[in-house]
């Protein structure tokens, strides 16, 4: 399924010399993996898979959520899919130096780690679960 992406560039001036904002439309396609069964993956546990050459987490929460994220420490390219996975909080906690990331946003709680790391969507289709890229 193709998505667009929207970006406001600034800085191109109409007839009368004030600045405009255009819209560029990207066209991308997504590409969907099946990860496991939903049986297969119960709350509190994580499966791991690779995808385009790289690795993906894949955690349930509390609750049912299902959050995927970029196995990869944005700190020091620490394994994430190894450290200790909170499934109340919805956290992992990087092995190497401890940084904390939120599943739901890639973005790191505590320090050293500051900058967030990719996450993906994930879905249930008749008991899959599945991961777009």
Do not use: W
């Not at 790289?54 to 944005?74: M, N, P, Q, W």
């Not at 919805?90 to 990719?118: I, M, N, Q, W």
Request: glycine share 10%.
């Amino acid at each position: 399924m193709p998505r667009s992406l929207k970006s406001d560039h600034a800085g191109r001036n109409n007839e009368d010399g004030n600045d405009r904002a255009e819209e560029l439309t990207i066209a991308t396609q997504t590409e969907t993996i099946t990860v496991c069964r939903l049986s297969e993956l119960p709350e509190g546990q994580m499966r791991l898979v690779e995808a385009d050459g790289r690795k993906i987490g894949v955690f349930h929460c509390t609750g049912g959520g299902l959050y995927a994220i970029e196995d990869r420490c944005s700190h020091d390219d620490g394994p994430l899919a190894e450290g200790e996975f909170d499934l109340g909080s919805c956290t992992v906690e990087c092995p190497r130096h401890g940084s904390l990331f939120d599943l739901r946003t890639g973005k790191p709680r505590t320090l050293p780690a500051y900058r967030p790391v990719d996450t993906f969507e994930v879905r249930v289709d008749d008991d899959e679960v599945k991961l777009e890229l």
